[in-house]
């Protein structure tokens, strides 16, 4: 609970966020995916705090309460690049399809 209260602090309008993260090369869905969620200042910088959601069987994760402005979403799993991207909220309401890429191989001058 202590880890939500950055996010609703003070919050006059609040969106409900859905997540849907599948794999792209296949698209099926990434179950227990960590679903990562942090506000971010008008100077790009992230607040302290933020909340966790793990992706259901699915590729299923839903957040109510979101303020509107800046959100920092990272999804993490392993095997998979880290997905990072900052959204402006202003509905009540948001739909994110995330496609994780499988990591890309390493480029050495050394082989």
Do not use: C, W
């Amino acid at each position: 609970l202590g880890l939500l209260a950055p996010l609703t602090m003070g919050a006059k309008q609040q969106s409900t966020l859905k997540f849907v993260v599948v794999k792209e090369h296949n698209g099926k869905p990434v179950r227990n995916a960590s679903v990562v969620l942090h506000t971010v200042n008008k100077k790009g910088k992230q607040s302290r705090g933020g909340y966790q959601l793990k992706t259901d069987g699915e590729g299923k994760a839903t957040f109510d309460g979101a303020p509107y402005g800046k959100l920092r979403v990272q999804v993490l799993t392993p095997g998979y690049q880290t997905f990072g991207e900052d959204f402006d909220i202003d509905q009540p309401e948001h739909e994110f399809i995330i496609k994780l890429k499988k990591p890309q191989d390493q480029v050495t001058i050394y082989k």
